[in-house]
């Protein structure tokens, strides 16, 4: 690339914060707030799922997934969010960021109520369905990782960058907070009108007709805000560094960034001829690539994947968690309604105590402490807290010390937060030159969700008594010990993070070397 900056980027990294900036947060931001909800919800209703569909006649016990449903349910969504990150990141490095913006959202609302529409009453026709669209609702979900990160990092200011992209994906702390209060009302809504009695007194009515509108509710309820921004992300303009970078298009990138920000951009035509000619033209996995960004996508992919592993096994998984610490009572001593609205009670405390606090610490301080520091204190700090429950483990499941487990556990998620699970996010949309920017981002994210898929259909089996698994399940290594493995995967996220380069307060084609030849000199 040139070696002297187009004056429309100049404009963009020394622009002062202005409503533009917030606009971007809240459009991008709405996108995230779904994926969360859609992505999470459905550890909430799985035990509801279980009950209605899976209760036999006579049994003890209410039902359950099976082993293979429960994985299914669970990771389908995550399979289908992978493939979208790598197809959706590569697309828009190849027709532009917006031209495929819109359409991640729409899948995603059309997805979520389908998802919550799945056909029949039967187990076999609703599981089938259900498992159907949510691989294609996380399809979408994976479009808007690599599209909302490099959006918000080619609009922002090199000043205040690593805030506004971290403030977009705080909003996943929303959408998970808000799934949990979903659930809280609409339970509790659905129990208040239908009182029904626990399991053991009456297995029947206990689960009652009405719980099957339940779950479809709360599955497609999210769906309400991301639909609200659709009008406002097709408003948006293309981002000036797709503009100017890739398509060549200066005039065009001048014109729509003057219009963003109020204010009038020239550009010398000696500097855009220079760098018409100067465009590089080496592809992913190049040799000019691997030598400049090999390490760097390394980095990003590694770390995102240890980071996954950890997180949504703690995520997708916290109702039996809880169950096994006793926090929640046995499912046979309740409704299905009242177990429901139970779950939902300790994952929002959860959320609100360690999880959305986390995003918004690395929103106020990526930018003082830099995105290096927060990810490694992230990492060891997870580590530490995940040790601090499995060495005393037995002892804090025992009544009367379950405060200590969840003061312990929600740590794990603040520091999850204010650490690697924003960083990772944030670092692949900063360090990657801009042609390629989306495709890495994508395929990064992709990385962290062969780790979530690692987590959410090995953690349940993995984590199964090694005498007495669930029903379904064969013997696993323990609770204690499962949780030593994640504390084991967040150490390697630690050792991996020294490879992550730090992009606080420089510009986006200076991180990315965009104005430096071949041979290490510029352009």
């Known amino acids: 690339m040139a070696g002297e900056q187009l004056n429309v980027l100049k404009a963009l990294d020394q622009a002062k914060t202005q409503w533009y900036h917030f606009t971007a947060v809240v459009i991008a931001g709405m996108g995230f707030f779904t994926d969360a909800y859609d992505l999470f919800c459905i550890s909430l209703v799985t035990r509801l799922l279980g009950r209605i569909y899976y209760t036999e006649a ?6 359950h997934l099976p082993a293979n449903v429960s994985a299914a349910v669970n990771g389908v969504a995550l399979c289908g969010t992978l493939a979208g990150q790598l197809f959706f990141g590569w697309l828009g490095d190849k027709l532009g960021r917006k031209s495929v913006y819109g359409f991640t959202l729409i899948l995603m609302v059309l997805c979520s109520i389908a998802s919550g529409l799945s056909f029949g009453h039967e187990a076999k026709g609703v599981i089938g369905t259900l498992c159907f669209f949510r691989f294609w609702l996380g399809f979408g979900v994976g479009g808007d990782y690599p599209l909302s990160a490099t959006i918000m990092s080619e609009y922002a200011n090199k000043k205040t960058r690593g805030t506004f992209i971290a403030a977009v994906f705080a909003m996943q702390g ?10 809280i009302v609409v339970s509790s809504a659905f129990r208040n009108a239908f009182p029904a009695p626990p399991f053991y007194i009456d297995a029947a009515s206990s689960i009652g007709p009405e719980a099957d509108y339940v779950w479809r509710i709360i599955v497609m309820f999210g769906t309400i805000p991301a639909a609200l921004t659709y009008y406002w992300r097709m408003k948006m303009p293309e981002t000036a560094r797709y503009t100017a970078l890739i398509t060549r298009n200066t005039k065009q990138a001048t014109a729509d960034m003057s219009r963003v920000l109020n204010k009038d951009i020239t550009e010398e035509e000696e500097k855009v001829q220079l760098q018409v000619a100067s465009g590089d033209t080496w592809g992913l996995f190049s040799r000019q690539f691997m030598s400049r960004h090999g390490l760097h996508l390394l980095a990003t992919t590694s770390t995102w994947f240890l980071l996954d592993v950890a997180f949504y096994s703690q995520n997708l998984f916290q109702k039996d968690i809880f169950t096994k610490v006793g926090w929640i ?11 429901l609205y139970r779950i939902a009670r300790a994952q929002a405390l959860i959320a609100l105590c360690g999880t959305v606090p986390g995003y918004w610490f690395t929103v106020a301080f990526i930018d003082i402490i830099g995105r290096f520091w927060i990810q490694l204190m992230g990492f060891a700090m997870m580590t530490i807290f995940m040790l601090a429950i499995a060495v005393p483990y037995d002892y804090l499941v025992k009544p009367g010390h379950h405060t200590g487990f969840v003061v312990l556990y ?3 998620f603040f520091f999850a937060n204010f650490g690697p699970n924003s960083t990772t996010f944030i670092v692949p949309a900063e360090i990657f030159p801009a042609r390629l920017r989306s495709t890495c981002h994508g395929v990064s994210a992709a990385a962290g969700k062969a780790g979530a898929i690692i987590g959410a259909f090995g953690f349940l089996y993995a984590s199964q008594d090694q005498k007495k698994p669930d029903k379904g399940y064969s013997a696993g ?4 010990n499962a949780l030593f493995l994640l504390a ?11 490879l992550v380069p730090e992009s606080k307060g420089r510009s986006l084609e200076e991180i990315s070397k965009e104005n430096v030849g071949d041979n290490g000199t510029e352009a």
Do not use: C, D, Q, Y
């Open 329 to 339: 009572p046995p499912a046979r001593t309740m409704s299905a309604l009242e177990e």
């Open 58 to 63: 006579g049994s003890n016990e209410p039902g």
């Open 488 to 498: 084991g995967t967040n150490f390697l996220g630690l050792l991996f993070s020294l």
């Open 410 to 412: 929600g740590l794990t």
């Open 477 to 480: 290594i323990g609770m204690r």
């Open 174 to 183: 929303f959408g998970i907070l808000f799934g949990t209060i979903v659930t």
